[in-house]
């Protein structure tokens, strides 16, 4: 199958008058499964619609969005795979450089906030044709929300970009309903019922009578303790078989969230990944500039879904929940075998993973008729006595497919939970892990090492983390493999003071270890970690919590893990004094940094 139409040329090549939908996204169109937006409109393929791509329009110039003319059914929008945001802006809030996601790597293809942008456009050249917004920026901004960038709470993005209906999570079973609910003559209006979805109504009649009342968008705004509240609301409510409708009133009409879709099957996860995509970038695209963002997942193999980690700082829970939804190792297989017919494939598989590579299956049994815990989790602050752990599936599959002809290498580049990985008694995933996945380096995430912050975090405790590390080197030298392990720290989490940042200095310290990166918190919508930035409080016990909100008191956190770079001995002396330790000063093994030489000036 070719790719589907980027212009009125292709649209008439396929033989098509007026598309039923045209899908308006923030991305370059790369027909790959790794792209939300390759996969809704190959799904709506398969299910008879004709579907036109509308990639990166020029929002200066309205009349390019009726490249396709009026679509029958309705308009799709996404801002892409990433938040407009969070692809333009870093945690300092300045401007990125490159877009990834954009030929040629060239910012501002993607306007800032991008869906409502879109939508907006959309409103105005077609008010007749519903608006469908979903992707990841939509699904975060479902709810009223604390905005990062804005530095103030937000209306939900259905109010904002005008649009008729949301789809939150991932959207496939979501959007074939609605399709069919449109293609069977049901006005936007009407279509209520779906789950996955956000509607906007005045009627009070269209509120599900078992419904949870959430705090109005005034009192959040006015409130932090309802802010928190509505909160926690949200992130009690993700899970397909306990979740109750939601809503959230705006004076004359009200924001309604139905339940989420249910994880997907195995069976329809196969489907899904078995739909005809090229796997590459819409080569009048390509020639405009390479499209980077296709260089790691071009010959990566996703084969997993949600994740039951529950780290405070991940949206990921809120988007894709916490039931795992896995590929078949038979439709993992097929997949490879495509991906080895490719001209330019030189045997190395970049990745076999997901969200969290190592979730392959659900982390308990009672998930299936009980639905996940509310108020519980899976791995945090120890693990459930009900948690399954077991990596023979996912071992099963990388040996099969290290296995196949032309293949060279398999990687592992997905993110491993270490503590699950240590919870597994039978060590034969870890040993065969460090033997044959592992590219010399294997990054993990123990974000910091501070018990009080770790807490915060949702993430194990210091000691699994060293146990891990003391059995990588062990096994690698077992297999005479000379690898590394990449850790990810992580400054100016909410709850992390200068104390705390001293803590993770001394123990990079005692590791030897020079950081070249340090990922600062960056407060996106929809997570634990955005509320107790915001409001100063932990949304699950109410208690005060510090908070590093300035650019000073971030950069003294961050200096403090990057100690030894010479550029950062003013901030890590002053942070040093404010925090009462100038017993890191000095010339021992024990100090930080060495003394100001007040005669010569030199340190």
């Known amino acids: 199958m070719p790719f589907l139409p980027i212009n009125r040329s292709e649209m008439m090549e396929r033989g098509i008058n007026i598309p039923d939908f045209v899908f308006v996204s923030g991305d370059a169109y790369c027909d790959h499964p790794s792209f939300g937006v390759a996969i809704i409109t190959r799904l709506l393929e398969r299910h008879g619609y004709k579907v036109c791509i509308l990639s990166q329009p020029d929002i200066h110039k309205k009349e390019s969005f009726l490249e396709f003319g009026k679509p029958r059914l309705g308009w799709l929008v996404s801002s892409g795979n990433i938040d407009s945001m969070v692809n333009h802006y870093t945690v300092g809030k300045r401007r990125r450089t490159v877009d990834y996601y954009t030929p040629g790597g060239i910012m501002g293809k993607r306007p800032d906030r991008a869906v409502i942008k879109y939508s907006n456009i959309i409103k105005d050249i077609d008010n007749e044709a519903p608006i469908i917004i979903g992707g990841i920026e939509a699904s975060l901004r479902r709810f009223s929300h604390y905005d990062y960038w804005d530095n103030r709470y937000r209306k939900s993005i259905l109010v904002d970009s005008k649009a008729d209906l949301l789809v939150y999570g991932m959207g496939e079973l979501s959007i074939v309903e609605i399709a069919d609910a449109l293609s069977s003559g049901m006005s936007i209006s009407d279509i209520i019922f779906v789950r996955g979805t956000v509607f906007k109504t005045a009627n009070q009649d269209y509120i599900p009578q078992k419904s949870y009342i959430m705090p109005t968008y005034e009192e959040v705004t006015q409130s932090f303790k309802k ?8 992130y009690e409510n993700t899970d397909s078989i306990t979740a109750k409708p939601l809503v959230e009133s705006y004076g004359i009409f009200s924001i309604v969230q139905n339940p ?141 497919l290290r296995e196949l002809d032309g293949i060279k290498k398999v ?59 003391k059995k990588f080197y062990e096994i690698s030298k077992l297999v005479k493999k000379e690898q590394y392990l990449v850790p990810y720290l992580m400054s100016s989490h909410p709850g992390s003071t200068l104390e705390d940042a001293i803590i993770l200095a001394e123990y990079i310290r005692d590791l030897g270890y020079n950081p070249e990166q340090v990922q600062d918190f960056y407060p996106t919508p929809m997570t634990l970690s955005t509320m107790m930035y915001y409001t100063g409080i932990d949304p699950r016990n109410n208690e005060p919590l510090y908070v590093a909100r300035t650019d000073h008191e971030k950069a003294m956190q961050r200096a403090l893990i990057q100690y030894r770079n010479p550029r950062n001995y003013d901030l890590v002396y002053e942070a040093l004094v404010a925090a009462k330790r100038t017993d890191l000063i000095g010339f021992d093994s024990h100090s930080l940094i060495r003394p100001v030489n007040k005669k010569r000036g030199s340190r």
Not at 424 to 447: C, R, W, Y
Not at 449 to 456: A, G, M, P, Q
């Open 227 to 234: 802010a928190n509240q509505s909160f926690m609301t949200q």
């Open 260 to 400: 989420p879709q249910p994880a997907l099957t195995s069976f329809e996860m196969d489907e899904i990944y078995s739909l005809p995509y090229m796997r590459d970038a819409h080569p009048l695209l390509e020639a405009q500039g390479h499209i980077k963002a296709m260089d790691e997942i071009k010959y990566s193999i996703t084969i997993n879904r949600g994740c039951f980690g529950g780290c405070s700082f991940c949206a990921l829970t809120m988007h894709q929940g916490r039931m795992i939804s896995s590929r078949s190792k038979e439709s993992v297989m097929d997949e490879a075998i495509i991906i080895k017919s490719d001209k330019d494939f030189k045997g190395y598989i970049h990745d076999v993973g997901g969200p969290t590579a190592n979730f392959y299956h659900k982390s308990c049994e009672k998930q299936e008729t009980l639905g996940v815990c509310k108020t519980k989790q899976c791995l945090h602050p120890e693990p459930c006595k009900n948690l399954i752990v077991d990596h023979q599936d996912y071992l099963n599959i990388l040996r099969s």
């Open 411 to 469: 990687f592992v580049r997905s993110g491993i939970r270490y503590d699950y990985v240590m919870y597994d008694k039978d060590e034969s995933f870890m040993t065969e892990l460090i033997q044959h996945h592992v590219s010399g380096q294997l990054k993990v995430a123990p974000e910091h090492v501070s018990e009080r912050v770790l807490d915060k975090m949702g993430k194990p405790k210091k000691e699994l983390y060293d146990a891990f590390v």
